[in-house]
């Protein structure tokens, strides 16, 4: 009789939840379409160039490659946004020695292809680059979809190399030379540009081109050298390398070089935004 009960009881409580489950409504929800950016938020910038020359082309965008500058956007206000990108570069390299006794070391790139046994040798490469890309941008459209904007950015570029070998011989001599390739690049471009928020996600994938100039002074090295083979000679030049110019490699004692190139479409970037809020 109990187990008759326990059974009765059972089908009822499982008839009615199955009644409750079959009347149940689903809450309505309305999702919303683009995560559009408002005043005090950020950006991570990723792009990369889809077009254009290098002659006027200030930077190429973050493609997460070395040598890519960091870009980074700051929503001042809903519709003014400041815009900047980084990089900072520094290699070197350093190797130091000392000559043993039995050892009949010689410099392959001195005058005369040796000088004796060396007694200390330095050879030294450092390569810095400095890159700062600010900017700003004015949107003009509310919608949630799409994002249309124009931009301004500055470039500021300084770079240098410097290569040192210097060569000492037990019989005195000594074989130095310092090459130094300082280069300063400055620019400015305008830009226009337009976003596609993709659903209700903070990402956005838009496309930027326009003008740019760039101005490049520099770029030349620099050549100091301090030798000592009987007499003593010091000297310091000027040399074009890596050119199609026909004065590539001769040496000046005076000399100046300057290039200045400006075009439209010179930066044509493929830009992805990720969004977030510091709230």
């Not at 889809?50 to 809903?78: C, V």
């Amino acid at each position: 009789m109990r187990k008759s009960v326990l059974v009765i009881a059972l089908v009822c409580g499982v008839s009615a939840a199955f009644a409750q489950l079959s009347t149940r409504e689903n809450d309505g929800t309305v999702q919303k379409i683009g995560a559009r950016p408002k005043a005090g938020d950020m950006a991570f910038v990723f792009g990369t160039t889809i077009g254009g020359d290098s002659a006027a082309s200030l930077f190429s965008g973050n493609s997460l490659k070395s040598g890519s500058l960091l870009t980074y956007k700051y929503y001042k206000s809903d519709d003014f946004v400041i815009r900047a990108g980084i990089r900072f570069k520094n290699a070197n390299s350093t190797l130091k020695g000392t000559g043993a006794d039995s050892s009949a070391l010689y410099d392959p790139h001195s005058i005369g292809g040796s000088f004796g046994n060396l007694s200390e040798i330095k050879i030294k490469k450092v390569s810095r680059m400095y890159e700062i890309v600010p900017g700003v941008e004015k949107h003009f459209l509310e919608s949630n979809i799409f994002d249309a904007y124009v931009a301004g950015d500055l470039y500021l570029g300084f770079g240098s190399e410097k290569s040192i070998r210097n060569f000492s011989y037990r019989n005195g001599d000594i074989d130095n030379t310092t090459i130094k390739t300082p280069t300063t690049k400055v620019g400015a471009g305008l830009v226009t540009g337009f976003n596609v928020f993709i659903a209700h996600l903070p990402i956005s994938l838009g496309l930027e081109y326009g003008w740019s100039a760039k101005w490049t002074f520099g770029g030349l090295d620099k050549v100091t050298r301090d030798q000592t083979v009987g007499n003593t000679s010091n000297s310091e030049s000027y040399k074009v390398d890596n050119s199609s110019t026909s004065e590539s490699g001769a040496h000046f004692s005076k000399l100046k070089k300057r290039e200045f190139n400006a075009d439209t479409n010179q930066d044509v970037r493929l830009v992805l935004h990720i969004y977030f809020t510091r709230k």
